[in-house]
């Protein structure tokens, strides 16, 4: 048995073929190797065999293609079989299969197969080539597809630079899910991007909101190279654009305390401290959401001197703007006396407020459970279901804005009817 391995393997390499299995198995057509590979019952040496025999025959290959596309058309469960067979022939036939690979990006279960496709193109055959076709694909005539194509650049990420400026170009798409998705891909490309940043603070104003706070988040991963159209954006006449150019700074400022800059090093740098400065100005903007967002990117840079600023907004009439600022306290100087001492007696206020509250009867010998722990928010008065709702609300529950289209590309983007 060993005798005959060897002997199909040289006679393998005096034809040219690139295993024994590929001249064990000889197919007569392009629908025949297709069939081999996609039968369940397929050897996996016949079916390695199938997928060599199409790379070999690009020429039949491309005449169904349609075909093959087709095997992606089905839960990823039913290709286990197959899917790297598929990818690679499809791979193998780009360019010429890219615009048919582009457009089964529509169908929902060949999306996360397709998008994986395009991704193991650029990846293995010619990066800067293959981002050029697959960016043709923005310029597509259906909405759902070309964001798509955005998200599969947003898997590219940094990589997907030289594409930067048509992604620019789509954030001024009609479709809202586009505008969204191309957002998303710029962002995942973080500071190698910034120069798109003026496009993106236009897009803080979208009337879209889930474009907007997708712009927002993009110029947040872009960090302290995109303060000075962010920090004008935040004097901006547009109360949606000062929210979000409130909500990119905070995001910022992560970024600039995780690689470690304290409040020092910080104040060396003119940029930053003008943030500081335009986010301590916008504590005191007429729009609420806009004070809360300012409290809340304060916080995030981990500066002290800026505590007297936010205990200010404990008294804020809006308890949305209260609530921002009693847990960014809590936050930045939970050892603070001052701070302290401000928390303590906001929460005897609040407390105050909801003492009124009707408390189911105790039993002898029992104590009565609170009803602000136990009722339900929709059997509350409306004031007394904000303070409940404030009560059990969370740092990573606080941006309550649309959120982004899709976290990782394989995810579905939904069609509009």
């Not at 690679?88 to 999306?111: G, K, N, Q, R, Y």
């Not at 898997?155 to 789509?170: F, T, Y």
């Amino acid at each position: 048995m060993r005798r005959v391995s060897l002997l199909l393997a040289l006679l393998a390499l005096l034809n040219g073929t690139s295993s024994a299995a590929e001249l064990k198995y000889q197919f007569a057509s392009a629908k025949e190797a297709l069939s081999a590979m996609q039968a369940k019952e397929t050897p996996r040496p016949q079916r390695d065999a199938a997928a060599a025999w199409l790379k070999g025959h690009p020429k039949e290959a491309m005449d169904i293609l349609p075909q093959i596309i087709d095997l992606y058309r089905v839960p990823r469960r039913q290709t286990y079989a197959y899917f790297y067979h598929v990818r690679d022939v499809l791979t193998s036939l780009a360019p010429e299969s890219v615009p048919a690979m582009i457009d089964a990006l529509a169908d929902d279960e060949a999306l996360p197969h397709m998008t994986h496709a395009l991704w193991a193109y650029w990846r293995y055959r010619g990066r800067e080539n293959a981002l050029t076709h697959i960016a043709k694909g923005l310029t597509h005539e259906d909405p759902v597809i070309r964001a798509r194509v955005a998200l599969v650049l947003k898997r590219i990420a940094e990589d997907a630079v030289p594409a930067a400026p048509a992604l620019a170009a789509r954030l001024k798409d009609e479709a809202g899910i586009v505008r969204i998705a191309a957002a998303e891909a710029l962002g995942a490309m973080g500071p190698a991007a910034a120069e798109m940043a003026p496009v993106l603070v236009e897009n803080l104003s979208d009337k879209d909101e889930g474009a907007a706070f997708a712009a927002s988040q993009a110029l947040g991963r872009m960090g302290e190279a995109v303060l000075p159209p962010v920090i004008a954006a935040l004097r901006s006449e547009s109360p949606r654009a000062r929210r979000f150019a409130a909500n990119a700074l905070a995001h910022i400022g992560d970024t600039i305390r995780d690689a470690g800059r304290d409040a020092a090093t910080q104040a060396k740098n003119e940029q930053i401290a003008l943030a500081k400065k335009s986010l301590l100005q916008a504590v005191d903007d007429a729009d609420a959401y806009v004070r809360r967002n300012a409290i809340d990117a304060l916080s995030r840079y981990g500066d002290p001197s800026v505590t007297q600023a936010i205990i200010r907004e404990l008294g804020d009439p809006r308890l949305v703007v209260a609530a921002e600022a009693c847990q960014s306290l809590q936050e930045l100087a939970p050892e603070d006396p001052v701070v302290k001492s401000a928390l303590r007696a906001y929460r005897d206020r609040i407390g105050k407020l909801t003492r009124p509250l009707d408390r189911p009867q105790a039993s002898s010998g029992e104590s009565a459970p609170l009803a602000s722990r136990h009722a339900s928010p929709q059997a509350l008065p409306r004031k007394t279901k904000a303070q409940l709702l404030l009560r059990t609300n969370r740092r990573g529950d606080r941006n309550r804005t649309r959120p982004p289209l899709a976290q990782t590309p394989g995810h579905a983007v939904p069609r509009q009817r």
